[in-house]
């Protein structure tokens, strides 16, 4: 049975469940900000994934990523799995600009979030859960 942590819980929506991972959308209209939660009870480090789950995860954060390009067209994508502070693995995917508040550095710690609007929030997870299942139906999946 999987649980997603209440920290994740708190600070995001969820989009859409994929193949292995739930997909996210962090509440911080500062950054196009994706996280990817692998739907496996206790695990806290991408290789306690099994192999087949590992190729999975990689193949879905590349489309998380090519959403992100797509929809948003950033300069750069973080991809990063920190889990300092949620133990539960998950894969943050952020959109970057030259000009966001916390460029060149990272995300986290570089201001205050600004929550979606609930407007802002309908329309991006609109855009994003469509973008995802668009890719499913041309990868037949």
Not at 12 to 27: D, G, H, P, Q, Y
Not at 53 to 82: H, M, T
Not at 83 to 100: C, E, K, M, T
Request: a neutral charge; hydrophobic letters at 45%; one cysteine or more.
């Amino acid at each position: 049975m999987f649980t997603l942590h209440n920290k994740l819980k708190d600070d995001t929506l969820e989009i859409i469940s994929l193949a292995l991972s739930r997909v996210l959308l962090m509440n911080d209209s500062s950054f196009p900000w994706l996280v990817l939660v692998p739907a496996r009870d206790g695990i806290r480090e991408i290789h306690e994934l099994c192999v087949g789950d590992r190729a999975v995860l990689i193949e879905e954060v590349a489309a998380a990523s090519e959403i992100i390009q797509g929809l948003f067209s950033p300069d750069k994508i973080n991809v990063g799995a920190l889990g300092n502070l949620v133990p539960q693995l998950h894969i943050h995917v952020i959109g970057r600009f030259r000009a966001d508040s916390a460029w060149p550095g990272p995300v986290w710690g570089a201001g205050t979030a600004r929550p979606y609007t609930e407007e802002e929030l309908n329309t991006v997870s609109v855009r994003i859960r469509k973008a995802f299942q668009q890719k499913e139906r041309v990868h037949g999946r």
